[in-house]
């Protein structure tokens, strides 16, 4: 099974600064990569698939890269809306698998 | 557009077996190239996801939890039913249903959530 580690476990960061969260995957995934966010009481909410396609409505702040075993995800100025917890996720083509890392909560410094 | 709904026991006893149902509108799971996946969240944990129906009815197991688990759907009612056997206090988390497509791979709408407690 892939597994996924995303660091940091928590990153503090100032309202309209950068926020670089990363995400190591076990072997190659490709670009088979996507993120979420998620807030309290909340489903998680797609932010990018493809390792770095913006999904329908994300604003253009949120930024993907990488492939491979190595990716990231930028968010360029950060709102207030945007603390929360980013998760990544694989997806194995054949056969059909899914695993997500263990989350990196993104906290108001 | 696209709305999809958990439903179930909130609570079921350790050994009984959980059956939830995914009830969604919106998109068709008989369109080529749709799916939809049953994703679990314990409490204060990450996510795992446990199973993924297809459009063509191909089914898709976590390994680990392979044996325990069934999935199906019924295209005329919208409905994507997964069955989890033996359930075991371990198993207590919040249980999502998500939509994804082949073409794109992430899940990009999902359920609230349906919380089960598994408790004596």
């Known amino acids: 099974e892939i597994v996924m580690t995303q660091s940091p476990a928590t990153l503090s960061v100032s309202p309209g600064e950068r926020a670089t969260l990363s995400c190591r995957a076990s072997?190659?995934?490709?670009?088979?990569l996507a993120w979420y966010q998620q807030k309290p009481g909340q489903a998680p909410r797609l932010l990018i698939y493809g390792a770095s396609t913006r999904a329908t409505g994300i604003p253009a702040r949120f930024s993907g890269s990488g492939s491979g075993t190595e990716f990231t995800l930028t968010i360029s100025s950060l709102q207030s809306e945007d603390f929360a917890v980013y998760y990544c996720?694989?997806?194995?083509?054949?056969?059909?698998?899914?695993?997500f890392g263990q989350g990196t909560k993104l906290e108001i410094k | 557009q696209v709305t999809l709904r958990e439903s179930g026991p909130a609570l079921v006893k350790p050994t009984q077996t959980l059956t939830l149902t995914c009830t969604f509108s919106?998109?068709?799971?008989?369109?080529?190239?749709?799916?939809v996946s049953w994703i679990r969240q314990p409490p204060g944990k990450a996510l795992e996801w446990l199973a993924r129906?297809?459009?063509?009815?191909?089914?898709y197991y976590s390994t680990s939890l392979k044996t325990r688990l069934t999935i199906s759907k019924d295209t005329s009612k919208n409905q994507v039913v997964l069955t989890m056997t033996n359930m075991d206090p371990v198993d207590t988390a919040t249980y999502y249903c998500?939509?994804?497509?082949?073409?794109?791979?992430?899940?990009?709408?999902w359920g609230q959530g349906t919380l089960v407690t598994v408790s004596s």
């Open positions: 072997q190659s995934v490709s670009s088979n």
């Open positions: 996720q694989q997806y194995n083509n054949w056969p059909p698998s899914y695993t």
């Open positions: 129906i297809d459009w063509d009815d191909d089914k």
């Open positions: 998500a939509r994804t497509r082949v073409v794109e791979g992430g899940f990009d709408y």
């Open positions: 919106g998109f068709s799971l008989s369109t080529s190239g749709m799916c």
